[in-house]
């Protein structure tokens, strides 16, 4: 299968680029959306290739990490003090599912929103599109192309 790229969206205050450096590795868990579940859950692949966008304030792509597993269940939809809970979930028949994803770098530059929008090639990118509020979108091959000369 040929190698598809992402982006998954983090608020730096919740789990950074800079936490991924660090850790190395997480679980992409959290994700509370049907349609980004069934993306990590259906189409992703161990191999592919991700940006990293921080969202809220610092809207820019700050980085690039990589998928190193198959879906797996979100354990945190079972952890019931937790934010991400969810009582129709459990061990038995989970509802919520993740990626594991592996640090592979830090931009120089951050690329931002602004930047992405005066990108020639990227009009159809699904982050720039009105509405486009999902934290795990599809980029093509040919917008993973143009960002990545970009950053370099």
């Known amino acids: 299968m040929a190698k598809q790229y ?18 190395g590795k997480t679980e992409w868990t959290g994700v509370r959306n049907y349609q980004a579940r069934n993306t990590m859950r259906d189409s992703m692949s161990k191999g592919d290739l991700a940006f990293y966008y921080h969202s809220g304030e610092e809207t820019a792509i700050v980085g ?15 952890d019931a003090k937790g934010h991400y809970f969810d009582a129709k979930s459990s061990p038995m028949n989970p509802i919520w599912f993740c990626r594991e994803v592996k640090f592979k770098q830090k931009l120089k ?41 970009m950053a370099k």
């Open 64 to 78: 690039i990490c990589e998928i190193t597993t198959e879906a797996i269940p979100d354990k945190t939809a079972w």
């Open 109 to 149: 530059t951050p690329l931002t929103l602004a930047d992405l929008r005066n990108i020639k090639g990227l009009e159809k990118m699904v982050l720039l599109q009105k509405g486009s509020r999902l934290s795990v979108q599809p980029v093509s091959e040919k917008e993973w192309e143009v960002i990545m000369g």
């Open 6 to 23: 992402w982006l998954l969206k983090s608020e730096p205050s919740s789990y950074s680029i800079d936490d991924l450096k660090r850790d």
